[in-house]
């Protein structure tokens, strides 16, 4: 892939394609930014350099299809995602089985660069593709007694051979409260670099919440339901004391096992420095009034 992105105006790139895309993203971030009151110049001058097509897709934690980075890459072929619905479910006025063919046609899609940040500490940098989640929960009708959204991955173990060993206690679900499934960074994406997601990062649609540990972007998703509760979340249930509900990327807040301080930016080499990491990934300035007043240490 020949695709270099950037975040500004004034660098032309080599390809129509990638420069279309460019400002698609561009236009993205300054209606995102627009509605959370950031001056547009600061959110496009933050020039994110994506990681290449190979890493992204190669490089990838999905436990379903084997715990190695590279076993998803290597399986994921075996999944079929054609049909697929996603039940939403729950406090919402119009629950059903929504084809995604039909999700499709309804949302808008765009491109946004993201940073994405894996509690293990690597990083990357994706172009994903695809809608916000608010918009979706919108068309299904959010009742006003819902507080929380939980999420559900496919369970298929003849399609996904590490759901036959008890790694996880499978299907792999994750949660979010209702204004940070709300807020507009927060997406479903349905492709990579222009073109649909591939199985091994979460096809046909996976979540992603750029300010959380990558965890919390659930791959390959069937159910939504919205519940006035706190869902139960996979990687809470396998160890409650070195994952939290919550978490928030912090730089501030260790893994039990390891600093949280720096992360390794995937690509860079063998001895490329470490980076440090961002409060709330980088999002600070749009997410952290979400947790005004809340203990970040105590909520992680
Ligand atoms: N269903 C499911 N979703 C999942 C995972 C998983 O094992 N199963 N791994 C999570 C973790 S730990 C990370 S870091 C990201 C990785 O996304 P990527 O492989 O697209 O980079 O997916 C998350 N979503
Ligand atoms: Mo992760």
Redesign the pocket.
Known sequence: MAYRWTNTLTRADATPEAAFLNRRQILAGLTAGAAMGLAPRAQAQEALEPNAWDE??S???????G?G?DD?SKNAHMLNTTPWSVTIDGLVDKPGDYDFAQIMEAMTIEERIYR?????A?S?V?PWNGFELADLLNMAGVQSGAKYVAFE??LRPEEMP?TRFPV?DW??V?GLRLDEAMHPLTMMATG?YGKP?PN???APL??VVPWK?????????VRITLTDDEPPT??NKANGREYGFYSNVNPEVDHPRWSQATERKIGGGLFAKRQPTLMFNGYEEEVAGLYDGMDLAKFF
């Open positions: 992204i897709t490089y990838c934690n999905y436990y379903e299809f715990t980075k998803p994405f940040r894996c509690v293990e690597w990357m994706v991955t496919v590490g996880l299907p792999y994750e990579i997601i091994q990062n979460g996976r979540l540990y990558g965890f919390k972007s659930i791959k390959s998703v996979s990687w």
